[in-house]
């Protein structure tokens, strides 16, 4: 596969009500954008990046001379991108080995755009979900996105001789019950917070 060198800009695809973004090269974004359903990144809500999981399908072709070229795709463009050679590979799944049980559980908050921001919590952690906002993640979780960025604001509290610190709901009504219960709340961006 031909290395892609160049001018790099933020683009998205989507995929099962998510919208999945990374970066790529302009011009390679230009010629294919079309075909693989990629979408310049131009603040548009609801996008993460660099998530472990879930990620989108990916999408091959072979061109001229034997080389191949590949990148993300948009579900929607699957049918349309197989009929017209290329091939389509699995992203992954959505749901990721969730632990509802022993040491530790599986978690999220809600992200603005649609998306819940999901990572493991040990379970005596557990104690402080309602306080920060946290739920515990089911088998019928929709949306869960793993590692991604943005991420959600920390929250920390001395407790017992010990610092507990973790992710926090960002909501202003949860932020401020936080606070008034002796949390301290750190990378707050509050263009991401929704009005409530």
């Known amino acids: 596969m031909p290395r892609r060198r160049g001018n790099k800009i933020p683009v998205y695809v989507t995929f099962s009500n998510l919208r999945y973004g990374f970066q790529i090269n302009q011009a390679f974004h230009n010629q294919y954008k079309g075909p693989l359903g990629q979408t310049a990144f131009a603040g548009a809500a609801g996008v993460f990046f660099g998530a472990n999981s879930p990620k989108p399908n990916r999408a091959t072709l072979e061109i001229a001379g034997g080389s191949k070229v590949s990148s993300f ?80 604001p920390r929250a920390s509290k001395r407790v017992g001789g010990s610092t507990v610190s973790t992710f926090i709901k960002p909501q202003q009504s949860v932020l401020d019950a936080a606070v008034a219960a002796g949390w301290s709340i750190r990378g707050v961006n509050y263009d991401l917070l929704p009005s409530e």
């Open 73 to 152: 795709c948009s579900s929607n463009k699957i049918n349309d991108l197989q009929r017209a050679n290329w091939i389509v590979t699995s992203g992954g799944s959505g749901i990721r080995g969730l632990k509802t049980a022993g040491a530790s559980r599986s978690v999220y908050v809600d992200m603005p755009g649609g998306y819940n921001y999901a990572w493991n919590l040990t379970a005596a952690e557990m104690d402080n979900a309602a306080i920060l906002g946290i739920t515990q993640a089911t088998g019928s979780t929709e949306n869960l996105v793993w590692g991604s960025t943005p991420k959600p």
